[in-house]
């Protein structure tokens, strides 16, 4: 029932964030990114749990959510220059040697020299020990944990904002470290283990076992506590404390409440601010808490804490990832609080209706901060234009009919050839064929909330604007049999056409989705493409069809549906010409003949269609509402994937000097070159 919990917002999104209310007219809050990414021993407390956070990670958020801005996140590529330029200090707890990006712990190390605060907590230390510089900072390197029993440890530093609400000495149960590349003089020990009171002796001979610490690196601070193993400890306020004061000592003055005083060690003071570049935006869009947490219960499952798409819950149509930037409805505010509350047909997305308006408007805050900044554009800049490849936008389209609804989801395929392919994603159907300029889209910068502007001019209205579903499945194995066929349409159930995704490749787009049936089944997955038909007696297009049965226990007698749409006029096969030196059942194997069916009303006025289907296991067969090809889609385990051409051209006139010369083309096009 995972599928209860996700949120299908298409935007990009950072590691979760707490941020201060907006109307919070106090100074600027210190910024703090928080890794907890593990490449070595991956300790119980930094795992995340179905809400998507870690014990750790939400330990931290709740003790600082009044007075400082945090990013929870174990994605190690926001070590980099860029990113940590918009924080004022970074608290790790990691292990092993992590996947940082390239540059990265030079870009870690200049940030602490030139300013900046570093926190490392338990197993920080037992981190890249490939890289010494790393060991160096933090002031030490693990060298085992001799024990994990209740010890006492010494308060050597009894002024220090991690150590002062302690008294002289502080009793707890936790996983004792000791260390290997430690110098007391190059660092001010805060705690420190009390030998006396543990079973056994460590490697040590001068039982000096020091277990938090801090130093100054360049202009910045680094602050260390070997304390954090056991999960009762982020659960005890003391130990948060302890955490909290070590944390805000890295921040100088930049710690909430705290101005250059004696701390406890030696020059006190340090730094006004991080360095900062002077192209990172001032605000990032860090939110509210409870927004956040809104987030975490109702979306991270799916959508993972990152927004990544990779959640706990594994769904049947993968959750999208928020990186890509963009919404599905629109980037306003009021799009998000509607598929807020609606929901999103089609999709796994539920409704959120019980959520008040004001969750809604904050968890739309939340959702919207979350993607990259949206540059406002004149009208001119959202002008799409395709060129020598495919082009493939969704976003909402208007209805193109008095007769059609408004599509929330929809896409807009423009080809290089001058048209371009109106579709419904919800449903997957071609409602339109357009000639000419290809769209406009005012707030084309991550699918805003405005509708898409087609500007081709419609060629052609799919079932006026409201086609029916464009594939139906026979009801009975009895529709394959040759009586059946030739008696016409069989009774048959219209399918589902779920869209799975699309893509271009060159000059043409790729459509894809499955056909689902009314038990909720996928029987058939089908690839999708559409481009211009030349012809020397009218316009039109080809859509091209790759169907392949999911089914190992039976064949599928499918129905597709065309555009056309009056009396049958007209039926001759093209294509059986042979080559010198082929036979005609040669020809036949490697090129099957074409089935054509003229339909149109010859009034002079509404154009006619020339409908082509071309499948060995197909057959035409005509209707005044339009022509349905009948297609046996194969058994999986047997043959290759159903290959089909529907071809519809646009004829203003039909008479037989008409026929002839389509006819004489065909028949060229087959003995052409292939």
Request: charged content about 25%; aromatic content about 6%.
């Amino acid at each position: 029932m995972g599928w209860l919990v996700a949120l299908i917002l298409v935007a990009a999104a950072p590691p979760v964030s707490a941020r201060r209310p907006a109307d919070d007219a106090a100074a600027p809050r210190p910024r703090v990114l928080v890794l907890t990414h593990s490449a070595g021993y991956r300790h119980d407390v930094v795992k995340r749990d179905a809400s998507g956070l870690s014990l750790v990670e939400r330990a931290l958020l709740d003790a600082t959510r009044d007075t400082h801005d945090l990013v929870v996140t174990q994605d190690c590529s926001w070590i980099s220059a860029a990113d940590l330029a918009d924080f004022d200090a970074v608290v790790a707890f990691t292990s092993g040697e992590l996947p940082l990006p390239e540059g990265g712990l030079a870009a870690l190390l200049a940030f602490v020299r030139s300013g900046g605060g570093l926190l490392g907590v338990h197993s920080a230390s037992d981190t890249l020990y490939e890289a010494p510089e790393w060991g160096r900072l933090i002031g030490g390197v693990f060298d085992g944990h001799p024990w994990r029993e209740e010890v006492s440890l010494r308060v050597e530093v009894s002024d220090h904002p991690a150590t002062r609400h302690l008294g002289e000495t502080w009793t707890l149960s936790d996983e004792i470290y000791q260390f290997r590349a430690f110098d007391r003089e190059a660092v001010d020990v805060l705690l420190s283990l009390d030998a006396t009171t543990a079973d056994g002796k460590g490697k040590r001979e001068d039982d000096d076992y020091a277990l938090a610490w801090c130093r100054r690196e360049g202009a910045g601070r680094v602050a260390y506590t070997a304390l954090g193993h056991e999960p009762a400890l982020w659960r005890d306020a003391t130990f948060l404390t302890h955490v909290r004061g070590a944390l805000d000592w890295t921040l100088g003055e930049r710690a909430p409440g705290t101005r250059p005083q004696g701390d406890g060690t030696p020059g006190d003071g340090g730094p006004t601010s991080a360095t900062r570049a002077d192209d990172q935006p001032a605000d990032r869009g860090l939110v509210g808490h409870a927004a956040q947490q809104d987030f975490l219960n109702l979306c991270a499952r799916c959508h993972g804490v990152d927004g990544s798409g990779a959640g706990d819950v594994v769904l049947d149509r993968p959750a999208r990832s928020f990186k890509d930037g963009g919404f599905s409805f629109g980037n306003t505010k009021v799009a998000l609080m509607r598929s807020i509350a609606n929901g999103i047909p089609g999709t796994p997305m539920p409704a959120f209706d019980l959520l008040s308006e004001d969750e809604r408007r904050n968890l739309a805050d939340y959702v919207q901060r979350l993607g990259p900044p949206v540059t406002a554009t004149d009208r001119e800049a959202g002008r799409l234009v395709v060129g020598d490849e495919a082009l493939v936008v969704r976003g909402i389209l208007a209805p193109v009919s008095a007769e059609a609804a408004l599509v929330t989801r929809g896409l807009l395929a423009g080809t290089p050839d001058g048209l371009s392919f109106e579709y419904r994603l919800d449903d997957v159907r071609l409602l339109a064929v357009r000639s000419g300029a290809f769209a406009l889209r005012a707030d084309w910068t991550g699918r805003g909330g405005a509708t898409l502007e087609p500007e081709g001019v419609i060629v052609h209205l799919m079932g006026g604007g409201a086609p029916a579903a464009t594939f139906a499945v026979a009801a009975s194995a009895d529709a394959l049999s040759t009586p059946a066929l030739m008696a016409g349409p069989a009774e048959v159930t219209p399918l589902h056409a779920r869209s799975t995704g699309s893509r271009i490749e060159g000059d043409r787009f790729v459509l894809t989705y499955d056909l689902v049936g009314p038990d909720g089944l996928r029987l058939v997955r089908v690839e999708e493409s559409a481009r211009a038909y030349p012809s020397p007696v009218g316009s039109g297009w080809v859509r091209n069809f790759r169907i392949e049965s999911t089914s190992v226990e039976r064949r599928i007698a499918l129905w597709i549906g065309s555009a056309a749409e009056g009396d049958p006029v007209e039926e001759f096969v093209t294509g059986i010409a042979t080559t010198p030196g082929q036979s005609a059942r040669d020809r036949l194997v490697r090129e099957p003949p074409k089935r054509w069916r003229v339909n149109g009303p010859l009034d002079g006025e509404t154009p006619v269609f020339v409908v082509r289907g071309m499948n060995t296991n197909g057959q035409l067969l005509s209707t005044r509402d339009g022509v349905r090809l009948f297609v046996s889609a194969p058994e999986r385990a047997k043959g290759p994937p159903l290959r089909l051409e529907l071809i519809e051209l646009l004829a203003p006139a039909w008479d037989a000097e008409t026929s002839r010369t389509f006819q004489a083309d065909q028949n060229a096009r087959a003995e052409g070159p292939r």
